[in-house]
């Protein structure tokens, strides 16, 4: 079963340098926009039976946009949702480095030293992968569709990425990661 998990385009968090975790405050930019249209024509002959998304405005705009192309039916699941980054959520990073430095790159890092550091009243990456495999896990065992497209968020697919011992866990706005669980084992297909 195929899996093709998309960050949502641009927003106006991105664009001012604001982290955003689960803020519902950032929507997308007229260039987000544009991204998650192309997300839809990225998509379109994939086999996508469902589309899923994070109740999250960006990710939701995000996959609306995308569905202009797709026609698909759309459920809100918030185990796909965004990190939760806790007092951090809202502050430009310049501030984050200057009030929080070396934990935020140790947060930031992909290295599995710092997988259960967490900003107070946040989670760790390790609490973020385990909520979105177990999306992930559920939906696979499914089998109701022979794809399924996700509209998410950088941080989550991120953690998917290292999870499958992918290093390359930069992920643009409007990137799209195709996975796939084949006897139950997750392999990682190509990052488009």
Same mark, same amino acid.
């Not at 385009?9 to 982290?19: E, M």
């Not at 399924?148 to 989550?156: A, F, L, N, Q, T």
């Not at 998917?160 to 084949?182: D, M, P, T």
């Given at each position: 079963? +195929?899996?093709?998990?998309?960050?949502? @385009? =641009?927003?106006?968090? /991105?664009?001012?340098?604001?982290?955003?975790?689960?803020t519902n405050a950032s929507v997308l930019t007229d260039q987000g926009k544009e991204q998650a249209r192309k997300v839809g024509q990225k998509l379109v @002959?994939? $086999?996508?039976?469902?589309?899923? #998304?994070?109740?999250?405005?960006?990710?939701?705009? #995000?996959? /609306?946009?995308?569905?202009?192309?797709?026609?698909?039916?759309?459920?809100? +699941?918030?185990?796909?949702?965004?990190?939760?980054?806790?007092?951090?959520?809202?502050?430009?990073? #310049?501030?984050? =480095?200057?009030?929080?430095?070396?934990?935020?790159? =140790?947060?930031?890092?992909?290295?599995?030293?710092?997988? +259960?550091?967490?900003? &107070?009243?946040? &989670?760790?990456?390790?609490?973020?992968?385990?909520?979105?495999?177990? $999306?992930?896990? &559920?939906?696979?065992? /499914?089998?109701?569709?022979?794809?399924? @497209?996700?509209?998410?968020?950088?941080?989550?697919? &991120?953690?998917?990425?290292?999870?499958?011992?992918?290093?390359?866990?930069?992920?643009?706005?409007?990137?799209?990661?195709?996975?796939?669980?084949? /006897?139950?084992?997750?392999?990682?297909?190509?990052?488009?």
């Open positions: 079963m +195929d899996f093709y998990i998309f960050r949502h @385009g =641009q927003s106006t968090y /991105n664009l001012a340098g604001r982290t955003q975790g689960q @002959g994939k $086999g996508i039976g469902l589309l899923i #998304t994070s109740p999250l405005t960006r990710a939701v705009q #995000t996959v /609306n946009l995308a569905n202009e192309y797709l026609k698909l039916p759309i459920v809100e +699941d918030k185990r796909f949702i965004e990190v939760n980054v806790g007092e951090i959520e809202g502050l430009h990073y #310049t501030e984050i =480095q200057e009030k929080f430095g070396e934990k935020y790159q =140790q947060w930031r890092s992909s290295s599995p030293l710092y997988e +259960d550091i967490k900003f &107070e009243g946040g &989670e760790t990456k390790r609490q973020v992968r385990e909520r979105v495999f177990s $999306g992930l896990n &559920e939906y696979a065992e /499914n089998k109701s569709y022979a794809a399924i @497209g996700i509209s998410s968020h950088g941080i989550m697919l &991120e953690q998917v990425l290292l999870s499958l011992n992918h290093n390359n866990v930069k992920v643009e706005n409007g990137a799209v990661l195709h996975i796939e669980n084949k /006897n139950g084992q997750w392999l990682f297909r190509e990052l488009f």
